[in-house]
C-alpha cells in the first residue's frame, strides 16, 4: 500500500482508482466514504478535518505523485481551495472554476503515470452520470486530463444531508421524504432507460439538498447493460465504513435476492427502492397504498415488481391524494371478509379491528358500516370469548358498581341500632338473641365496607355474605315474627345483593339462600323444636317475639319505626340501583345514535 505523504488530509487504505460523488454541508470539511470500485460519496455535516475512507489494494505498481505536487499543478482554469477527500490513487478538492466563477468538486488522479485502461477505469463513473441527465443525478461538468496527462472531471458541489439521516431526525416531515422518494425513482427510471442498474441504493446514498435539491450519490458500482463504451466494473471485496461486508454488488439489506446471486436487472434496483420506501413509510401509520407498493416492490420473483417510474407515479398519487380507488376497493373487501371470519369465530377484537380497516378503505361501503355498527352497539359483554381487553373493561365497571353499592349496603345494615333505644323502652326479653341480632348487622355491614374496598372478591366469598345475610333474617324472623317486616327484609336484600355480578350470576342460589333463612325457623316451630313465635286464633293472628316484649305501650311504636326505616331503606337502595341503570343505559343509547351519524346512510 503506498501512503499519501499529504500532512493535511489523514489517508485511509488505498482502494482501486475511481471517481467520487461530493456532497457537503454549507460549512466544514467532509468525510468521504469510497466504494469498492473507488467511488467516493462526501457528505458532512460539521466542522473538522476530513478523512478519506477507502477499503481496496491499490491497483497496478505506479505510486501517487510526490506530496504536493498536485496541490501546486491544478487544471487549467481551477483554482484549488481544499482538498476534501484522499484515496491510493485519486483526490477529490473543492476548487474554483475561474472561468465561470463557481465552485465545483473535482476528482483527481494521483498516480504520476496511469495507463489507458486505469483512466478509463477511473472517468467510468464520471461518464455514467454523464450520460443520465436528471435533476436528481450530481451533473458532471466536465472530463480532462491535467498538464501532466492525469485525467480529472468535475462535478457541481451539493450541500445538504442523507435522507438515512433525515428518517433518523423524529421531526422530519414523511411527506418531504415520499416526496424525495419520488424523485429518486423517477431518476432511476432514466437510468433503466439508459441500461444502467445502479446496484446500491439506499438512503444514505441519497442527498438532500439545502434548497429541496434530491440527488442519487454513489454510481461506482453501477452496471452498464447496453452499451461497450464504458469498461467492465470489477467487483471486489470491500468493507464498508459502518462493518457490513458485501461483494461490492451492493449493499446488504437493500439488494435483491437475485443480486445477492450476481444476476443484475432493473428490477434489484427497484427491490432496493421497496426498501428504502419501506423505511420512510415505517416513519407513521403505513397507508394500505404504500404498505402494498412496498410489498409489490419487493417480491422475490424480478418479474413480479413494477418498474421505477410505477412506483414513483404511486407514491406520487398518494401525495396527490389521488388514492387508487379500486386498489382500495379490493382491499376493503378483504378486510370485510376477513371481520365476518372472525365473527363466525367468535373473536370479535379481530372483526372490528377488520371491519374498521374495511370501513376507512371504502367509507361507502354499507357493508362494512353495517358490521362495524352491529359490533359496536351489540357488544359481546357476556360471552367469556371476548377479548382480554374488553373483560378487563367489562370487570372495571362491575368492580366500580360494586364498590358503590356496597358502600350504601353497609350503611344500610345500621338502620337497626337507631331502633334499639325504642326496642329496649318497650323491654327486651332476650338480650341474646337482641345482642346476635346487633352483632351480625354489625358483621354484614363491615363485610359491605371490605367488599367495597376490595370489589374483586371470590364468589365465595360472597355466597357467604349472602349466606350471613340469611342467617340476619332468620333472627329477625325469631325477633319480630315470620308475618311481620321481615318477608318484605328478604325481599329487599335479595334485590339489593343482585348488584354483586357474582351473585346475579347465581340468583338461584341468592333467593334459596335468604328464603331458606326465613324458612327455617318457621319449619323449625311446626316440629317443635323452636318455640312458637304465631298462632292462629278465631279472632285473628298472635304474634310473639323471642326476644322482645310485645305487650307494652310503645309496641306499636317499635313496630311503626320498624317498618318506616323498611320502606325508607328500601326506596333509598331501589331508586339508586334504578338511577344508575337508567343512566347506564341513556349513555349507551346516546353512544349508539352518534355512532350510527358516523356511518352512511
Not at 491497483?59 to 501546486?72: C, F, Q, V
Not at 340501583?577 to 353512544?591: D, N, S
Request: neutral net charge; contains cysteine.
Amino acid at each position: 500500500m503506498t501512503k499519501d505523504a499529504s500532512p493535511t488530509v489523514p489517508a485511509g487504505p488505498a482502494i482501486a482508482s475511481g471517481p467520487a460523488t461530493l456532497a457537503t454541508t454549507a460549512s466544514g470539511p467532509a468525510t468521504l466514504a469510497t466504494t469498492a470500485s473507488g467511488p467516493a460519496t462526501l457528505a458532512t455535516t460539521a466542522s473538522g478535518p476530513a478523512t478519506l475512507a477507502t477499503t481496496a489494494p491499490v491497483r497496478g505498481d505506479r505510486a501517487p505523485s510526490e506530496s504536493g505536487a498536485a496541490l501546486e499543478l491544478p487544471p487549467p482554469g481551477y483554482e484549488i481551495r481544499s482538498v476534501i477527500g484522499r484515496g491510493g490513487m485519486g483526490e477529490v478538492v473543492l476548487a474554483r472554476d475561474r472561468r465561470i466563477g463557481r465552485d465545483v468538486a473535482l476528482k483527481r488522479m494521483l498516480v504520476a503515470q496511469p495507463t489507458p485502461e486505469e483512466s478509463a477505469l477511473f472517468l467510468r463513473e464520471a461518464r455514467i452520470q454523464a450520460r443520465l441527465a436528471h435533476p436528481a443525478i450530481v451533473p458532471v461538468f466536465e472530463i480532462d486530463a491535467d498538464q501532466d496527462g492525469r485525467p480529472y472531471f468535475t462535478m457541481k458541489w451539493v450541500t445538504g444531508t442523507t435522507l438515512h439521516d433525515r428518517i433518523q431526525d423524529p421531526a422530519a416531515s414523511v411527506k418531504a421524504m415520499l416526496g424525495a422518494v419520488v424523485d429518486v425513482c423517477r431518476a432511476i427510471e432514466l437510468a433503466h432507460a439508459r441500461g444502467v442498474v445502479h446496484r446500491d441504493l439506499k438512503p444514505a446514498n441519497v442527498m438532500l439538498g439545502d434548497y429541496g435539491e434530491v440527488y442519487v450519490l454513489d454510481w461506482g458500482i453501477a452496471r452498464v447493460l447496453d452499451g461497450t463504451d464504458l469498461p467492465a466494473h470489477e467487483d471486489l471485496v470491500e468493507t464498508r465504513g459502518d462493518g457490513d461486508t458485501s461483494d461490492g454488488r451492493g449493499t446488504p439489506g437493500y439488494m435483491a435476492p437475485e443480486q445477492a446471486r450476481g444476476e443484475v436487472s432493473p428490477a434489484a434496483d427497484v427491490y432496493a427502492l421497496g426498501c428504502i420506501l419501506a423505511e420512510v413509510v415505517a416513519r407513521e401509520p403505513a397507508s394500505p397504498e404504500l404498505a402494498a407498493l412496498c410489498t409489490r416492490a419487493r417480491a422475490e420473483a424480478p418479474g413480479e415488481r413494477p418498474t421505477a417510474r410505477a412506483v414513483a407515479d404511486a407514491v406520487q398519487r398518494y401525495l396527490d391524494g389521488d388514492r387508487d380507488t379500486e386498489l382500495r376497493r379490493g382491499l376493503a373487501a378483504s378486510e370485510l371478509e376477513a371481520a365476518r371470519t372472525a365473527v363466525a369465530a367468535g373473536d370479535s377484537a379481530i372483526a372490528i379491528r377488520a371491519a374498521g380497516s374495511a370501513l376507512a378503505l371504502d367509507p361507502a361501503s354499507r357493508d362494512a358500516a353495517q358490521l362495524v355498527g352491529k359490533l359496536m352497539i351489540e357488544a359481546p359483554v357476556d360471552d367469556m370469548r371476548a377479548p382480554a381487553g374488553l373483560r378487563a373493561a367489562l370487570a372495571d365497571a362491575d368492580a366500580s358498581d360494586v364498590r358503590r353499592h356496597a358502600r350504601r349496603a353497609a350503611l344500610a345494615y345500621m338502620v337497626s341500632i337507631p331502633l334499639l333505644p325504642i326496642a329496649m323502652w318497650n323491654g327486651i326479653e332476650s338480650w341474646a338473641v337482641v345482642g346476635a341480632a346487633l352483632a351480625v348487622a354489625g358483621l354484614l355491614s363491615l363485610a359491605a365496607w371490605r367488599i367495597a374496598a376490595r370489589p374483586e372478591r371470590s364468589a365465595a366469598q360472597l355466597v357467604a355474605y349472602a349466606a350471613g345475610n340469611a342467617i340476619y333474617v332468620g333472627i329477625l324472623t325469631r325477633t319480630f315474627g315470620p308475618f311481620t317486616f321481615v318477608p318484605g327484609l328478604a325481599c329487599l336484600m335479595i334485590a339489593s345483593m343482585c348488584a354483586y355480578p357474582p351473585l346475579a350470576r347465581r340468583g338461584w342460589l341468592l333467593v334459596a339462600t335468604i328464603v331458606a333463612g326465613w324458612c327455617v325457623p318457621v319449619l323449625l316451630e311446626q316440629l317443635g323444636v323452636l318455640a312458637r313465635t304465631f298462632e292462629s286464633r278465631p279472632d285473628g293472628l298472635l304474634l310473639r317475639s323471642t326476644a322482645l316484649d310485645l305487650t307494652g305501650a310503645t309496641t306499636a311504636s317499635l313496630l311503626f319505626a320498624t317498618c318506616l326505616a323498611m320502606l325508607l331503606l328500601a326506596g333509598y337502595l331501589a331508586t339508586s340501583i334504578a338511577v344508575g341503570h337508567l343512566a347506564a343505559k341513556r349513555r349507551l343509547v346516546g353512544q349508539a345514535w352518534q355512532l350510527r351519524q358516523l356511518l352512511p346512510p
